[in-house]
């Protein structure tokens, strides 16, 4: 088959190229070249951008599109056009965000109610599914991951756990240590991108993982299990997080508060029909370990404009500190 990437060079994409040509397909990056310019070398390579210049794309023919890029309905509508029609199957990369909220303790499907309007990157999203949609009826694959996770990551949201781990001492845990937590490896998302465009499988999908219920505390474990380091977990509950003015999902990544009225069942998305459709997920040990190892060897840009801020070492030392002395003084 003949695939065009649109990215191609940063996380996502990248990996999706390795699995389109691991499998013998043809395939061509549309990008602006500003991210990795070097890599995949033999691979054609067309520029432009999607807000921009879309000329290196009139008259092309693919028989597939990845799409890791778009994040707006008038993006979507630009390519459509440009592509004139000309595609068989597009793999969409939306989110979980395109929904319209995340009740605590609600499990959700696909089914659930998308958000509204034309503004923040989840409507956006939104509104650019129901664009593609449009443009290519009944040939899209629309993709809503959560946390992606594996090499090559630029936001430090899921390796920030192995690396403080690694530095040993003691780890704030956050929250209940049987809270469930998901995330997916963006090796199995680019390898399923690739299989559903050879079966052009359409429809919407959570990209949810893994398989089966995953908690915070597994999780920190297998870390642990994965650096090899015999750190202490402390686990302060949500409620003292949240006194201590803690960021959830940035300062402490996969951390938010159970019951948030609007975020509190992030972690509970249902992946019951991406996995019907042939998602697979790798052992998380194996996601841990070779995230952990890139990022010792490599790492993520430290400019990356993406890239959340955990909490530092000073600041983790202070919210333990706290929780000692209330206990002290109780």
Request: aromatic letters at 8%.
């Amino acid at each position: 088959m003949k695939f065009l990437v649109l990215g191609g060079t940063v996380f996502l994409g990248r990996h999706v190229v390795e699995s389109a040509l691991a499998r013998g397909h043809s395939v061509t990056l549309f990008n602006r070249g500003r991210h990795n310019s070097n890599l995949f070398p033999k691979v054609e390579k067309l520029r432009g951008d999607r807000d921009g210049d879309l000329s290196a794309l009139s008259g092309t023919r693919f028989d597939a599109v990845v799409d890791t890029t778009t994040y707006t309905p008038a993006q979507a509508r630009r390519i459509a056009e440009i592509l004139d029609g000309r595609i068989e199957h597009y793999t969409f990369i939306s989110s979980v965000s395109a929904y319209a909220g995340f009740p605590a303790g609600c499990s959700y499907d696909e089914t659930a109610p998308l958000a509204e309007g034309n503004h923040g990157y989840g409507p956006l999203k939104a509104r650019s599914e129901e664009a593609l949609e449009a443009a290519f009826p009944g040939r899209v694959a629309h993709l809503r991951p959560g946390l992606i996770a594996g090499p090559h990551d630029p936001t430090d949201r899921f390796t920030y756990w192995p690396r403080r781990i690694a530095q040993g001492g003691e780890v704030l845990a956050p929250g209940r240590p049987e809270r469930p937590i998901q995330f997916i490896d963006a090796r199995d998302l680019a390898d399923w991108c690739i299989r559903l465009s050879e079966a052009q499988r359409t429809g919407t999908f959570n990209a949810v993982g893994p398989r089966s219920l995953l908690t915070m505390q597994q999780f920190l474990e297998t870390c642990r299990s994965a650096v090899g380091c015999n750190v202490r977990f402390n686990w302060i509950s949500d409620d003292e997080l949240i006194a201590a003015s803690a960021e959830p999902w940035t300062e402490l990544p996969l951390w938010i508060p159970e019951k948030d009225e609007d975020s509190g069942g992030l972690f509970l998305g249902d992946n019951q029909r991406a996995i019907a459709a042939g998602l697979t997920y790798r052992p998380i040990l194996d996601t841990i370990k070779e995230t952990f190892q890139w990022d010792v060897r490599e790492g993520g840009p430290p400019d990356s404009p993406i890239r959340v801020t955990p909490i530092t070492r000073k600041r983790e030392a202070s919210i333990l500190a706290g929780r000692q002395e209330r206990r002290t003084v109780a």
